[in-house]
């Protein structure tokens, strides 16, 4: 990514926060943007959190932990909240315990229960969210709505760890019809819930549907083209 690349950040941040904003002010509710930096290096997160953004999202442990430890070292004061998102493997989870302050894609016990022995004691609890997977995608990472209640549960009995809401990336969808339809569903499924458990926060909405993911319900929308431009993916051997 050249230079001139990083001077679009800063407008690119804006025009999302404005529509973002406008989103916000029709459902009544403040919503938090998360910017996704995957694949763009630590000074395109400079420029970010220049222009204002503190939510941070990285999918891949070593690359979001290289980031979070150079912006710690150069920017201290923007006192930074990152956002772990991608699938994570029992291997990573220490990394990710000791550098991360949430992570959003836990879908099974036994990487909740890793990050929870793994957390560090003089770090604050670990936020957490599950991921589901609403629209029963095989391919898809992320619990089945039918086995939430019971992950839910087991997670909330981890001492190092604080169980705050859901996540879910639905299927891209051809019409707005089709994209409502999933959002709709985890909404629904959220409401049942996060009463019960004290969960406040809904995770959904990306570059191509943060608008209709407000409008349905999140809170949280997970920001990354829109606002870096487009990525392009190193081989990974
Ligand atoms: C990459 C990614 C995003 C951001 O996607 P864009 O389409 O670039 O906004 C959001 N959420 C997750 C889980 C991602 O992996």
Redesign the pocket.
């Known amino acids: 990514m050249s230079q001139e690349n990083f001077s679009q950040i800063a407008p690119r941040l804006h025009q999302v926060q404005d529509k973002l904003q406008e989103a916000a002010g029709k459902a009544g509710r403040e919503i938090v943007l998360m910017a996704?930096s995957?694949t763009f290096p630590a000074e395109a997160v400079e420029a970010a959190a220049a222009a204002g953004q503190r939510v941070f999202?990285e999918?891949y442990a070593q690359e979001g932990c290289a980031k979070i430890d150079a912006l710690k070292a150069s920017h201290p004061e923007y006192a930074l909240q990152w956002h772990f998102?991608?699938p994570l493997q029992a291997n990573k989870t220490r990394m990710v315990a000791e550098h991360f302050d949430w992570v959003d894609?836990i879908d099974r016990l036994k990487i909740a229960q890793r990050l929870n022995d793994q957390r560090p004691q003089g770090m604050a609890p670990l936020n957490v969210l599950i991921e589901v997977n609403i629209d029963a995608e095989d391919t898809k990472s992320g619990v089945a709505p039918a086995a939430l209640e019971e992950l839910i549960e087991n997670v909330q009995k981890l001492p190092r760890l604080r169980l705050r809401g859901l996540m879910t990336?639905p299927a891209p969808a051809a019409t707005k019809e089709e994209q409502m339809k999933p959002l709709r569903a985890m909404k629904k499924l959220f409401d049942e819930l996060a009463p019960r458990y004290g969960l406040d926060v809904l995770s959904m909405g990306?570059?191509?549907d943060m608008v209709a993911a407000v409008e349905a319900g999140s809170t949280m929308v997970?920001?990354?083209?829109?606002i870096f431009g487009a990525?392009h993916y190193p081989n990974k051997a």
Do not use: E
């Open positions: 996704v995957k999202g999918n998102i991608g894609s990336i990306m570059s191509a997970r920001v990354g083209s829109a990525r």
